[in-house]
């Protein structure tokens, strides 16, 4: 297993990239970081509105990514959002009692990370053009009701 909870580059060698349970935006960064190595992923998110300070890793770090630098983006700038507009979705997501909307901007919240990764991959200096097939997944909601996995993988 790969442990790059304090920021290392190791990434790169990953095959697959797996997180479950990521908390908040580790589910951007555990994205950022499949970019980063070309590797499959499938992370299952969940805790919305968790770990606001961390930043999403992109490959090279350099700043050649609008936006990016050694620190990498906010979940705003790699969503492509205005922040009070992810704090409204990211604060649906969490809301308790109407199981409908928070289903939905639980799923609104992933398809915006598909389109991330996506949008780094294709247009990034690293892979452009190259191929990326994303999806957002279920499992039974009795295991849990955070049950969206988003997965992928990428191609030449």
Known sequence: ALDVSGGESGAASADV???????????DV???HACSAGAAFVVCPCCFRSNPHLRVPLPGGDGSTPAADARGMTPEEWLGMDPGAYGDLTG??????????????MHAVCALRAEAVEREWRGGVHHPGARVETSIRT?????????????????G
């Open 139 to 155: 499992f039974p909601v009795g295991l849990s009701t955070r049950n969206l996995c988003l997965v992928g993988r990428f191609g």
């Open 17 to 27: 990239v797996v997180a479950l349970h990521a908390c908040g935006v580790l589910s």
């Open 92 to 105: 649906l997501a969490e809301v308790q009692g109407d199981s409908g909307l928070q289903r939905e901007a």
């Open 30 to 32: 555990a994205l950022g």
